[in-house]
């Protein structure tokens, strides 16, 4: 697969992680619900559909690990981060711990790109001041390597 197409099904990926992540936060309805409606209306695109399936199961398994991860760099309580800004730390911050195969710069520019379509204004520049930080200390020899050269 050309790889221009699998980072835009990647992205998509992404994109419709957050939408259904954020809709479960706020119902509750069981993430095999969440998947189905999301599998049937975006039947007919093409989006890499496995990883969207590991974002959906595996951020919420891990929201409290996600949580604790980010709390020392919030600038506010994080019952005070507003659901999208949450959900898109959470997703970042899981990818940045558990798929190391991604690095640490598309992760934080997917996030921005994100917090820019979907979050309060100017609030990628909140979610980019945490993801920093958290890729600074999970990933310190990557980030370092980049920011000497």
């Not at 919420?60 to 709390?71: H, I, N």
């Not at 379509?117 to 979610?127: L, N, Q, R």
């Amino acid at each position: 697969m050309n790889k221009k197409i699998f980072f835009g099904q990647r992205k998509k990926a992404r994109r419709y992680a957050l939408q259904a992540l954020y809709g479960w936060a706020l119902s509750d309805n069981a993430l095999s619900d969440i998947e189905q409606h999301v599998l049937i209306e975006h039947a007919e695109e093409q989006f890499d559909k496995d990883y969207f399936t590991v974002l959906l199961y595996e951020v919420p398994k891990k929201v409290s690990e996600l949580d604790v991860l980010m709390s020392p760099y919030l600038s506010r309580k994080l019952e005070d981060v507003g659901p999208i800004e949450l959900t898109i730390l959470r997703i970042s911050i899981y990818e940045l711990k558990e798929r190391l195969d991604i690095p640490y710069r598309v992760v934080i520019n997917e996030a921005l790109e994100l917090a820019k379509t979907f979050g309060a204004a100017d609030s990628h520049k909140f979610v980019n001041g945490v993801l920093d930080k958290v890729a600074q200390a999970l990933r310190a020899a990557e980030w370092h390597n980049n920011v000497d050269r």
